[in-house]
């Protein structure tokens, strides 16, 4: 019999990105209804802080892929280097760094994010 291991929260990889993939302004996390349309949201707000919205209604594997996503952003957009575009270059290369990190996380593990 094979036991199935509880799948790990958002706050976990939160927590997770924020220890090895720190950022310049402080991050927050909320999920919250966004239109069906919508997985997600980063907001720089007036006071620099990050605000992540993750869409409540989505399973966890998207609200994590979402969660990836979004603190791409958060690790693009540096003071000085507010590389607004939605996807670029710099945001893509944020991206590959949050897998790396994940993939290495898990390495060992069952596999599965």
Request: proline share 4%.
């Amino acid at each position: 019999m094979t036991s199935q291991k509880k799948p790990l929260s958002l706050a976990h990889y939160m927590r997770l990105l924020k220890s090895k993939l720190p950022c310049y302004f402080p991050v927050y996390i909320r999920t919250l209804k966004l239109s069906d349309d919508i997985h997600g949201e980063c907001q720089l707000t007036e006071d620099n802080t990050f605000l992540l919205k993750i869409n409540k209604n989505d399973l966890l594997v998207i609200q994590k892929d979402t969660l990836f996503h979004e603190y791409a952003h958060v690790l693009a957009w540096t003071p000085g280097h507010m590389d607004l575009a939605d996807h670029s270059a710099s945001w893509g290369v944020a991206y590959a760094r949050i897998w790396r990190t994940i993939h290495n996380e898990n390495e060992g593990a069952d596999g599965s994010l």
